[in-house]
């Protein structure tokens, strides 16, 4: 399953990055590369095998529904590149 | 007297009992050649005034006799550990003016035994790579580099480098596919990536958090024994952290190898394996055999298809993980922009490195619709054949013996590395399945190449049978008698 240059610049989209479009056809080809060598994996049949999400097979805890922590607006704007009015403040997207 | 920074955390903590000196002196004396040292780029954040004031309480409570497990024992701690109002980067940029308001649980067990922190270390940047050369500070230098400067290895190549110069009396390191036994291995230290769930991953930068684990970097067996009994054990704070007592891990060391079997998977030694990795392996089996185990072969068919599941998996989960940098709550925004998708797509693009951009977009391809059956439901598939592989093994084995790497540490800027991302990835080789399966797994240096570098042989263990690790590690360090750096 080769990509082509499109899906290339589709895919930087939905990371939410850029590829300068003198850098596409370069990536394009890594990612085949890469993806070429992934496909070592259709040599195995699959079809009955349980896919593994995670090694751990304990069920999740339940806990009470009480606040564990808060208060902490301050702390929790402390490192945000700009706020204001107690919010974190984002360029207008409203126009 | 030998110099104080040379001294195992065991014999530090000895003589800090005994005070043939104190926190204080000894901190002073690693903050010394800290600063001695730069040219290694070992840490990314120096924290020495936290270091002086933490080393004082613990000369105060050595004074009082209410001293704790390691008291006064300073250490380096990988910068993916989110530490209480000290900068904690990732070794990116995206983060590189973060200060956390919280500790991460495995930092705060370490200070609750009174440890020391001298610093954040470097790291390849959120851990993904492995020669530490992804970092946005800049690569750090292997202590055993001759002529010309070598990789430490990654992605915690600032621990094993800390370690293996003596900057740190230990440090911790995380491992999502070998990024604590790699560079542990190209460094001629120890290290042990604990079971999945041992440690708790609550305040570590995430990077894959299906295969994600802490662990320490020491400079021997009985250190990680100390360090992994302090940083392991149920956190509320993470799901997956596992509810099991933590045993006495240095009280496994006194054990004895007659009666186990220790299995050798056939293969791990494919055709062209380096003839110096197969005899040292061969040698390690031996050192084994003379105290009484079993040696018997055994079979990881799935072998093969290790590395490129773990190259759907990782980047996937990572993709998803990463997609909190959005240059709103914390972290580096791109200046300038007007539309909200500008400043995302410009602070991730300006903000994230090569191989995070990449590990980003593969991740993203892999799971986005139409691909996601073929690449990562398929992937998820030959994970449970490689772990249940394992599992096969070990029924007929209690501990399996591998090389950790098939090579020694290499030159910084490899241009065969450099050109193709998949020459990198293939020096995983040996370690990404461990991840897969989740199990516990140890380093420790074998023994030298022709060049004068080290090599490492890891052991893996049964699910949270670190300790049987723990007691064979310790008769291969006593045989192999590897002299560090």
Redesign the interface.
Known sequence: ?A?DNL?VKQ????????VEDEKVEA?KE??N???N??E?????D?DK????????D?V??M?EDTVASGN?KD??L?????AEYDY?A????VE | MTDITELTVSEALNALKKHEFTSTELTEAYLRRMEDNRQYNAYITESADTAMEQAKEADKRYAAGTNRALEGIPLGIKDLFCTKNIRTTAASHILDNFIPPYESTVTQNLLNDGAVFLGKLNLDEFAMGGSNETSYFGPVINPWSKDKPLVPGGSSGGSAAAVAAHLCAAATGTDTGGSIREPAAFCGITGIKPTYGRCSRYGIVAFASSLDQAGPIAQDVRDCAILLKSMAGFDDKDSTSCEVPVPDYESFMNGDVAGLTIGMPKEYRPEGLNPEVAAYWDKAAEYLKARGAKIKEISLPHTKYALATYYVLAPAEASSNLARYDGIRYGFRAPGQQHLDDLYINTRTQGFGAEVRRRIMIGTYVLSAGYYDAYFLKAQKMRRLIHDDFMNAFKECDVILTPTSPITAFPIGDESMLQNPINMYLNDVFTVSVNLAGLPAFSLPIGLSAEGLPYGMQLIGKPFDEGTLFNVAAKLEADAKFERK
């Not at chain 1, 070592?40 to 195995?44: H, R, S, T, W």
């Open positions: 399953m990509i899906t895919i930087a989209f939905l990371s939410r990055l850029k990536t890594e990612f590369k890469i993806l060598w992934i070592e994996l259709n040599e195995v699959t095998v349980e896919p593994l999400i995670s090694v751990n304990t999740l805890r806990r902490c702390e929790v402390k490192n945000a590149p700009a974190f984002v360029p207008k997207v």
